[in-house]
T-cell receptor, first 115, second 113 residues
Framework: DAGVIQSPRHEVTEMGQEVTLRCKPI?????LFWYRQTMMRGLELLIY????????DSGMPEDRFSAKMPNASFSTLKIQPSEPRDSAVYFC?????????????FGSGTRLTVV | AQSVTQLGSHVSVSEGALVLLRCNYS??????LFWYVQYPNQGLQLLLK??????LVKGINGFEAEFKKSETSFHLTKPSAHMSDAAEYFC???????????FGTGTRLLVSP
């Protein structure tokens, strides 16, 4: 199993530009989570999906952030327009509770720098 | 609602010394509990988990944790620290739906020679 795959690993963009982060969960996992990690705020849950449906997006900071999961094997997190305060590491994680919840598997993250 | 408290944002030990990272939880249902480790510039990696089987759980790299219901604790220990253990450690508890984890704020372990 290749694990949770995130792309790109690093992204540097100018303020005001659109940024799209991508995630491929583990095959067979039916829940997907997007987290943001910064030194100041630590690990924050942005949104999570269950069976491709957004269940809780209360952590999405503002309307500039949006997330989609068009199918069970792909999700995107989009920031438009980006701002310097969005600079962080963004993690995707997946899990399944269908065979006894075993916790999450995290991707390696995308380090976003907005200049 | 479920919650996790990790005591100490930083813990420093000498190489070869005992490692003890503290985690206390609050849960309205019998919890599932997890420890994750994050090495620099990497994602979080599952270290060990308690899912209502044996109360003493062994994980990777010589770590173990004991579930103590009476103390609502799930402390992480390792008898002898190694330099490679330097990382950030997160404790987490499942929510009541067993679909989502609630993470603690993390403890950074520093290991000195």
């Amino acid at each position: 199993d290749a694990g949770v795959i995130q792309s790109p690993r690093h992204e540097v963009t100018e303020m005001g530009q659109e940024v799209t982060l991508r995630c491929k969960p583990i095959s067979g996992h039916n829940s997907l989570f997007w987290y943001r990690q910064t030194m100041m705020r630590g690990l924050e849950l942005l949104i999570y999906f269950n069976n491709n449906v957004p269940i809780d997006d209360s952590g999405m900071p503002e309307d500039r952030f949006s997330a989609k999961m068009p199918n069970a094997s792909f999700s995107t997190l989009k920031i438009q327009p980006s701002e310097p305060r969005d600079s962080a590491v963004y993690f995707c994680a997946s899990s399944t509770e269908l065979i006894n919840f075993q916790g999450y598997t995290f991707g390696s993250g995308t380090r976003l720098t907005v200049v | 609602a479920q919650s996790v408290t990790q005591l100490g944002s930083h813990v420093s030990v000498s190489e070869g010394a005992l490692v003890l990272l503290r985690c206390n939880y609050s849960s309205s249902v019998p919890p599932y509990l997890f420890w994750y480790v994050q090495y620099p510039n990497q994602g979080l990696q599952l270290l060990l988990k308690y899912t209502s089987a044996a109360t003493l759980v062994k994980g990777i790299n010589g770590f173990e944790a004991e579930f103590k219901k009476s103390e609502t604790s799930f402390h992480l220990t390792k008898p002898s620290a190694h330099m490679s253990d330097a990382a950030e450690y997160f404790c987490a508890v499942s929510d009541s739906s067993f679909q989502k984890l609630v993470f603690g704020t993390g403890t950074r372990l520093l290991v000195s020679p």
